[in-house]
Nanobody, 126 residues
């Protein structure tokens, strides 16, 4: 059974930082692209970032580019999202996701991802 478990969410003031982590089990982690999405109340789930199975390529949503950094450790089955210069509009539930490496790399569409975590809440106060 595949499990993606996020951690690291919380409450932070605007301008602050948080680091999210996602530990995967039940799959061969190194053969999956990993992604982060977020969903704010009343809004659709939004692409945040993704990293290729090898770690060689990374993608970012326009709203987080330059502030967030995605990384992965295939030895620890972990993908992380370092979030700096946080803004109130970053407030959302953040979801970790996994897509088989046989899928086309570069999709920002949630339908391209095979597995999802339960999410972790990030709240940024002004």
């Amino acid at each position: 059974q595949v499990q993606l478990v996020e951690s690291g969410g919380g409450l932070v003031q605007a301008g602050g930082s948080l680091r999210l982590s996602c530990v995967a089990s039940g799959l061969t982690f190194s053969t999956y692209h990993m992604g982060w999405f977020r969903q704010a109340p009343g809004k659709e789930r939004e692409f945040v970032s993704a990293i290729r199975w090898s770690g060689g390529s990374k993608l970012y949503g326009d709203s987080v580019k330059g502030r967030f950094t995605i990384s992965r450790d295939n030895a620890k089955n972990t993908v992380s999202l370092q979030m700096n210069s946080l803004k109130p509009e970053d407030t959302a539930v953040y979801y970790c996701s996994a897509a088989s490496k046989f899928r086309v790399w570069g999709s920002r569409n949630r339908s391209s991802y095979d597995y999802w975590g339960q999410g972790t809440q990030v709240t940024v106060s002004s």
